[in-house]
């Protein structure tokens, strides 16, 4: 059975399938780079994740498409930051086997600074998204899009 991703448009109640939606995107629209980020939070008994695909323009701005959903809380940040990146890399995967161009980047909410609880798994995390063939941005390399699902997380 064929896999769907429903997404919603930034600012946006309605939902639609990823696939369909980046056909007509993509036809109607020239030199498009696709970024994609995700970002968690533990609230209380429960974690709550974002994936945003941007579909960026040079010199036009982002069109953002994102899916938030919550799960029972991650007790361990090691589990919540890696199902992060995999949902990153399971929407570019998704989006590379449905014929669209490759994403150009991952980008991933881990701090390469060893003072910060997510440079635990920051090397992993790395070595799963370039092991899986894309460029991945990270803190201090301004990995635009999680900024974008971090707001979707706190709202």
Same mark, same amino acid.
């Given at each position: +059975?064929?896999?769907?991703l429903?997404?919603?448009r930034f600012?946006?109640?309605?939902?639609?399938?990823?696939?369909?939606y980046?056909?007509?995107?993509?036809?109607e629209?020239?030199?498009?780079?696709?970024?994609?980020?995700s970002?968690?939070q533990?609230?209380?008994n429960?974690?709550?994740? =974002?994936?945003?695909v941007?579909?960026?323009?040079?010199?036009?701005?982002?069109?953002?498409?994102y899916?938030?959903?919550?799960t029972p809380?991650?007790?361990?940040i090691?589990?919540?930051l890696?199902?992060?990146?995999?949902?990153a890399?399971? =929407?570019?995967?998704?989006?590379r086997?449905?014929?669209f161009p490759?994403?150009?980047?991952?980008?991933i909410?881990?701090?390469?600074?060893?003072?910060?609880?997510?440079?635990?798994?920051?090397?992993?995390?790395?070595?799963?998204?370039?092991g899986?063939g894309?460029?991945?941005r990270?803190?201090n +390399?301004?990995?635009?899009?999680?900024?974008a699902?971090?707001?979707?997380?706190?709202?």
């Open positions: +059975m064929e896999e769907k429903f997404f919603f600012r946006s109640n309605e939902s639609f399938e990823l696939k369909e980046l056909k007509v995107y993509m036809a629209n020239q030199d498009v780079e696709i970024l994609i980020g970002d968690s533990n609230y209380e429960h974690t709550i994740f =974002a994936t945003v941007a579909l960026y323009k040079k010199g036009k701005g982002a069109h953002l498409l899916r938030k959903w919550k809380r991650k007790k361990s090691s589990e919540r890696l199902e992060e990146v995999w949902e890399v399971n =929407a570019a995967e998704y989006i086997l449905e014929g490759k994403p150009t980047w991952i980008d909410d881990l701090n390469p600074d060893a003072r910060f609880k997510s440079n635990e798994v920051f090397r992993q995390a790395v070595g799963l998204v370039e899986m894309y460029r991945v990270y803190k +390399m301004g990995p635009m899009i999680t900024y699902a971090d707001h979707l997380i706190k709202t």
